[in-house]
């Protein structure tokens, strides 16, 4: 996923601050949400890339994990897999069903990236495995079977 569809110099401020990326990511999703609703569907793409992409940046971010609940990772989480899921269906609405199957594509290579890091957390892992099963199911992209299985089991 090209992931210039933010200021370099922004993106490297929310990296930083990924407590204001959230609420970033959080006012994003709501003017893809509306830009959609309003049949603004190339905003809704723009703007969908920008809250990918600042959802890609608060799951990769270094962040202290005792400072963090499970469930602030797994919103996390599931905030970027959902916008995925969103913007794919934007864009395939729009009959860009490559761009639409890339952005699935890259949301599931990113969580596989991540899993490590969450290893040692059985909680963190089942919703990681949950949320790429789902992605998997609305992708033609071939089944993650040992490379998912490896971290669960």
Known sequence: MNSQHLCPVYRKWLQLNPTDARKHRLMLQDRVQQAHLLGQHEKACVLG???LETAKVVITSLQNVTSHRDSAVQDDIIAYATMAMYLSAILHHQHRQKDAQQ?????QQQLLAIL???ATNTHILGVLKTVLSTLEQGSVIPPLTREVSRYIH
């Open 116 to 118: 490590p890091l969450h």
């Open 103 to 107: 952005v699935l594509q890259d949301c």
């Open 49 to 51: 890339y920008q809250s």
